[in-house]
């Protein structure tokens, strides 16, 4: 199969490298990622995700990590922040080029659960060999388990931070 799945029935993951790691941001539940602004990246904001976003408040963001679904189409919407970065996970056979400025996709479907290395395939500087990442095929259930866990820890954080959560509530 060659066509590209449904965005709503696939998950939607952004990936954008990074001398010498792999972003990767999810929508959350509503399905919108939040807004992202060069003037917000910082060191404990790799992508500038907009906080003041509503649509940002159960966005995750993580490092060199990438938990999928088992048996459930992923798009990947890739970018580089700096260098041109090759993103390959030789265990599904894919391998795309990662440019700055231009948005790429790559889609795969995992068959089976467990750990697959991400590599970058492209000389991308001096810290290139160790820019290595890895795809979690989770079960559906353990995925979910996961996000869930995510959006606690990111509630958790804001809570100790002082950040009143959207709907008020403290």
């Not at 659960?113 to 970058?120: D, L, S, V």
């Amino acid at each position: 199969v060659s066509a590209f799945p449904a965005e709503p029935a696939s998950t939607v993951v952004r990936v954008v490298g990074e001398q010498f790691i792999w972003n990767i941001h999810y929508a959350g539940a509503d399905g919108v990622f939040g807004r992202t602004m060069i003037s917000l990246v910082s060191s404990d904001n790799p992508l500038g995700l907009d906080a003041s976003d509503p649509a940002a408040k159960d966005d995750i963001v993580t490092i060199n990590q990438m938990p999928v679904p088992l048996g459930k189409p992923t798009i990947l919407q890739m970018t580089s922040k700096d260098v041109i970065h090759d993103f390959w996970v030789s265990n599904f056979r894919n391998k795309q080029d990662v440019v700055p400025g231009l948005n790429t996709n790559l889609w795969f479907e995992p068959t089976k659960t467990g750990k697959f290395e991400i590599a970058c395939a492209q000389l991308c500087g001096l810290g290139h060999t160790q820019m290595v990442g890895n795809v979690l095929v989770k079960t559906p259930e353990e995925f979910a388990e996961w996000q869930k866990g995510q959006l606690a820890e990111k509630a958790g954080t804001a809570s100790a931070a002082g950040v009143v959560p959207a709907d008020g509530r403290s």
